[in-house]
C-alpha cells in the first residue's frame, strides 16, 4: 500500500495536482557554461576528444587501434599528464562515443579527422603516438598533411608500412586471415572481441600466461561500444592500406616500439619495416611482448615514451 501511495503521490505532483515550490535557475552564460568534449569533422561527424593535463605542457596526442577507443589509451594519458604533458586523444569515427557515420570509415578520412581534432585544439608542436590501426592514422596524417604540427612521432604495435598480404608484400598477414575477420565480425562480433582479447591480443594463449579477466572485459566493452559497420569496414582500412609512401614523408624524430612476439600484427613486416623506411628512426623491440603492450607492459612504455618526449 506504502508503494502505492507514493507512486500516486508522485504522479500527482507530475500532473499538477499539488502546488511544487521550484527554483528558477538562469541559462548558464559564458563563464559557467561546461565545454563540449567533442570536435567536428569537415563533415560534421561528432568525434570525442579527451584532453588531459596542464593546457600549457607539450602536447602528446594518441590514437588507439581497431576497435577500442580513447580509453585504451588511459594508462599512458595519465603517466603523462601528471608529469606536466598536455595529452589528447580522440575516439575515432565510428568508435567509442564518437558519431558513427555509415561512410567515411578509411585511413585517408580517419587522418582528416585526427587533422580537424588538432585544428580543433590549437595543437602545432604535437608528439603524435599511434597504435596499431592508430599508427596507420599517424602515418597518413603525415603523408596528406606534413608534420607542420608535428614535432616528433611514436609508432606503437603499428600496422604500418602495410599489414596484408600483396604481390608487393608478400610476407604480410595471408588474405584468409581478413576474409576470416570479416566473417566472423558479421557473424557474431561480440564473440570475436572476446576472442582476441582472451587470445593473442594480450598474449593470453602463450604458455605460462596468466589471463587477466579485467583486461578481456575492457577490451570487449570499447569494442562493443563501437559500431558495426565502421568496426567491419576498419577491417579493411587497417589490413590493406599501404603506407610506405607515407612513412617516407615522415621528417621528424621517430621512435617504433614493437613487441617481438605481436601474434596481431607480426614484428617482421611491420614494425622493423617501418623502422627501416623511416630516416633516423629508432626501433625498440619488447621481447616476448604481445600486442597489446600499452597494457601488458605499460610500466616500460610509459617510460620509453616520456623518455623520447622529454629529450
Known sequence: MNAIIRLTLAASIALGGFA????????PNAATAVASPF??????????VKDWGPKDGPVVVFSHGWPLSADSWESQMQFLAERGYRVIAHDRRGHGRSGQPWQGNTMDQYADDLDAVLRAKGVTHATLVGFSTGG???????????TARVAKAVFVSAVTPI?????????????????????ASLDNRAQLYKDIASGPFFGFNRPGAQP???????????????????????????????????????????????GADDQIVPIETTG????KLVKGARLIEYAGGPHGITDTHKDRLNQDLLDFVSK
Not at 511544487?20 to 541559462?27: K, L
Not at 622493423?272 to 623502422?275: G, L, N, P, V
Open 20 to 27: 511544487v515550490q521550484t527554483q528558477s535557475v538562469a541559462a
Open 39 to 48: 570536435v567536428a569533422a569537415a563533415d560534421g561527424t561528432p568525434l570525442y
Open 136 to 146: 596507420g592514422e599517424v602515418a597518413r596524417y603525415i603523408g596528406r598533411h606534413g
Open 163 to 183: 599489414m596484408g598480404a600483396s604481390p608487393t608484400n608478400p610476407n604480410g598477414v595471408p588474405e584468409p586471415v581478413f576474409d576470416s575477420l570479416r566473417k
Open 212 to 258: 587477466s579477466a579485467g583486461l578481456v572485459d575492457s577490451f570487449y566493452a570499447q569494442g562493443m561500444q563501437a559500431g558495426a559497420k565502421a568496426t567491419y569496414d576498419s577491417i579493411k582500412a587497417f589490413f590493406h592500406s599501404d603506407f610506405r609512401e607515407d612513412l617516407k614523408k615522415v621528417d621528424v624524430p621517430t621512435l617504433v616500439i614493437h
Open 272 to 275: 622493423r619495416a617501418t623502422a
